[in-house]
DNA sequence: CCAGCGCCTGGAAACGTTTACCCGAACTCC
DNA sequence: GGAGTTCGGGTAAACGTTTCCAGGCGCTGG
């Protein structure tokens, strides 16, 4: 026993007294007569015989491993995403390794370039921000990729995206119909994709219920609680009397600041999250907020990988049963995207797909529009 | 290219007109005479080779992944821990697999015995439970593992765990200090050995202070928000002034509670919760919370773990800067434990190691004293 | 009864490394 | 100048599987 003492299929063969080959074929389920069958499972479950993953790796040239990449594991919406994916992860029989990119785009890029060691049949990654040198590592991929987040038009890699033009335009339509006149937005960093769109949405929204744009409610800043606060501070002097922030952070941190102000949630100021995570449930008062779906662009993104990886059945089968399942329709949505992959490099390789989680509102008590109303008791 | 035309140390050898043991020396840092070492750089450059590791796993005997399993990923306490967890070993040069037991004991069991696969160096395991089942699982386990949780003694596993005892005490001492007379508890469910020594810290305390112990003052629940809000109604006929809640979940549900009744924080009540989570300062008002190390005990756990596979050094060699540097005492710390592992299979096997992570009070808004104070304003 | 056809089985190659072993050349030291 | 030493590099085995290929045997059908 010259590695660890663990049986291996060599022991089992001679235990047995057949072929290494028998062997495999029991173990894998192949015809085998009666009695070789028997004696091969006998000596296996003897021995306590366990497959080495690796070796079968190396064979079988995949790892039936999958690799998600995020920014930061800290963030609620990411939290959510790794539970969905562990989940249909492991139900389909594969593991699940964590990387944490820590938002530094350079490491980004690394984990595109390791997919080169085989250690894993595939990624989702969910970029910071969309660079040429991030395209060019995209579609030079070892192995399938699916992004979460927006991609420009016309690079071959499957995405899912959240749809916060039409998730800020919700807030804003819902403040309007809740009686709200002067609507603050505290966004992110507005130089990403989603913190334009958000603005985009926002200011539609805005002249669609015939809202004047005024820049004085708007404020950039960094995501976080401190910040949030601290922008809701800024806005103050303007005089809204509501305010969409683009994550439940930001939001729980404008509450903070208006809380500790003396004013009252929703009485004096109505406030309306984003991501619906863990935490709009949790703040006080409840948040209303505007869940982009992060469980499900998880979800969707592990199906779409699963189903690069395992020729043409696995993912897409079930009806996702569950509360998102409205949401099956959100496919082919929004932008006029989704071109055919360029007849370029592999010429049969299935065509690129994007789906788009549409955006749904959770109302609570932090946009009652009376005083206490039957959302306010908790929830 | 049978495989996916991906260079392999071979391509390399033949470009370089060396053999592939030259290839693999230089690769490896190992001496070679300096046009052989130039040749084969060029040549792996060229080619853009990455080695494959995979096979490099089934040579070596390991794979520098490590396993951390927890019972649901959701969880704000774990996920403190994968994060810490995540940056040690990432930085040491391991991935990290995430495995999700989904607090079934059967699946942590799986587990274990999946360590025979060689598909991770090593486990770190925080389990719901131990039975005996566990018990035996960890003693034969095929790999090093180390536990985040309290281990009965004499069992040879390394194991990390918080001091919740003394985590109960300091809530309860602090809200005696602040003037609370009448100190509720919303425990969780009393049969895990938290449980247990959280309920133990909390009557010692009392006692401690001269304060009697009222049954009515003390639920058990579930954990989570709604079983935290349920639980104060219940409770609060029994006129508390104060509540101390076994994690912050269950403390922010309390408190939506208390302020759906138009109760005051801290005013009124005083809330304090336990973990001192993200949640913590999310919360409203900002909760005062028993911080229990997470992440510590998640660094203290991967650093065990290391330690046992890289021979002896790695970890426990930094100074670990930060605000925990307080705890490196913790070792050694509580209960009469610890003692030599039973001198049973092994014979050199490293005496097995337990961590105490020290708690440490973190005040915030909800217990101040008086009406509005510093901490109020927020933090 | 014999040819032929399947089903099982075993041998051996292959996946991509690392590494033990050995051999040749160059160098050093008497 | 020859022997001993050192260094570098090549050959091949090994890690534990899966799978291709052939061969053997038993059966069926003519």
């Known amino acids: 026993m010259p590695n660890g003492g663990q049986p291996t299929i060599v022991s089992i063969a001679e235990r047995a007294g057949v072929s290494i080959a028998s062997v495999s074929r029991v173990l894998n389920g192949q015809g085998a007569r009666r009695d070789t069958t028997e004696r091969v499972r006998r000596a296996a479950a003897e021995l306590g015989y ?26 609620p919406v990411y939290v959510a995403m790794v539970r969905a994916i562990q989940a249909v992860a492991k139900a389909a029989g594969y593991r699940l390794l964590l990387h944490s990119t820590d ?67 919700l807030a804003v339509r819902h403040l309007h119909a809740t009686g709200r006149r002067r609507i603050a937005f505290v966004n992110g960093p507005s130089d990403t994709v989603p913190g334009h769109n958000r603005e985009r949405g926002y200011r539609s929204a805005l002249a669609e219920c015939g809202l004047p744009h005024d820049p004085e409610l708007v404020a950039h800043t960094d995501f976080g609680v401190d910040a949030g606060a601290r ?106 995207e989704a071109p055919r992959a360029p007849a370029g490099a592999g010429a049969e390789r299935a065509p690129t797909r994007t789906s788009t989680a549409r955006p749904r509102l959770v109302v609570r008590a932090s946009t009652a529009p009376t005083g206490a109303t039957e959302a306010m008791r908790f929830a």
Chains 1, 2 share one sequence.
Do not use: Y
Not at 51 to 64: I, M, Q, W
Not at 110 to 127: E, N, Q, Y
Not at 252 to 278: C, K, N, Q, T, W
């Open 103 to 169: 938002a530094v785009a350079e490491d980004e890029l690394a984990v595109l370039r390791s997919l080169r060691d085989r250690t894993s049949d595939g990624l989702i990654l969910v970029p910071i921000r969309i660079t040429e040198a991030h395209i060019e590592a995209l579609v030079e991929a070892a192995r399938p990729v699916v992004v979460i987040g927006s991609l420009p038009p016309g690079v071959p890699v499957d995405s899912v995206r959240a749809d916060s033009v039409a998730g800020a335009a």
């Open 231 to 336: 922008a809701m501070e800024r806005l103050l002097p303007a005089g809204p009397d509501a305010v969409f922030c683009a994550n439940d952070q930001l939001a729980l941190g404008a509450s903070h600041a208006l809380l500790g102000r003396g004013l009252r949630i929703p009485e004096d100021l109505a406030v309306v999250g984003m991501d619906d995570s863990e935490l709009a449930k949790l703040g006080w008062p409840p948040l209303t907020s505007v869940d982009l779906g992060s469980s499900e662009r998880g979800r969707r993104a592990v199906e779409l990988l699963l189903d690069r990886l395992e020729g043409h059945r696995a993912a897409s089968v079930e009806p996702h049963a569950g509360p998102e399942a409205e949401t099956e329709a959100g496919e082919a949505a929004g932008a006029p």
């Open 50 to 75: 366990v497959p080495n993953a690796v070796a079968r790796s190396l064979k079988g040239g995949r790892t039936r491993q999958l690799t998600f990449a995020v920014p930061d594991i800290g963030n």
